[in-house]
């Protein structure tokens, strides 16, 4: 993860802890000056548009903080995520009553607890690998309970350098905007296929490559 007016010192690794992450965004704001438009620990209470005059070019907002001092921005961008709140489906029979431990993959810090236990894991995507993967000889036995398929993907390509370090360029942004939507797709589940048989493994998913997020691991 880097963006390319600013890669990261060579000697860091290619997937970065994520202390490495948060000091890599420091170093990136430093470096551009970018602090000062930046207010910690604010809280947004409302925003609203304000009455716009004819020669105004853009839209303007009214945004109300914590601090109690209200300003006026011509865009406002909401970037809450939408991972940022954990789901735990309650429609599940029985999980009322279940004894074991019930945690959302949020709150999985470390393996620490899961020693010989019978896990299961709801879901397939990134965060479900990612702790399959972890607790692989740790727990007694692990589940992957998951209603489709999925396309799962290396996170390093043939010649080992990080999937999207190739994937996401400029010059592959042009490609994908050129290449007929059929043939790219075509041409990643043909790449998948070379390192899993999805179809020997029950994984293929009812959709092709790019209308859904791969998992990657």
């Known amino acids: 993860m880097a963006y390319s007016d600013f890669p990261p010192p060579p000697e860091w690794p290619n997937f970065m802890h994520h202390s490495y992450v948060q000091k890599y965004l420091e170093m990136y704001a430093k470096h551009f000056d970018l602090i000062k438009y930046i207010h910690f620990n604010t809280e947004v209470i409302e925003v609203r548009r304000v009455e716009e005059d004819d020669q105004d070019l853009f839209k303007k907002w009214s945004v109300s903080l914590s601090s109690g001092i209200t300003k006026i921005y011509s865009a406002v961008l909401i970037c809450t995520g939408h991972h940022c709140e954990p789901r735990i489906p309650t429609e599940i029979n029985g ?123």
């Open 95 to 217: 999980l009322n009553n279940f004894k074991g431990r019930v945690l959302h993959s949020k709150h999985y810090h470390d393996y620490k607890g899961f020693e010989n236990k019978r896990v299961m894991l709801v879901g397939i995507g990134n965060s479900s690998l990612d702790i399959a993967v972890e607790l692989a000889g740790i727990a007694k036995n692990i589940v992957i309970s998951t209603r489709r398929g999925t396309w799962l993907f290396n996170r390093i390509t043939q010649k080992g350098l990080p999937y999207d370090v190739v994937y996401q360029s400029r010059f592959y942004d042009w490609l994908m905007r050129t290449v007929p939507w059929s043939i790219a797709n075509d041409f990643h589940e043909w790449r998948m296929q070379q390192r899993t048989d999805h179809d020997l493994y029950g994984l293929r998913p009812p959709h092709r490559f790019f209308p859904t997020t791969p998992s990657c691991q």
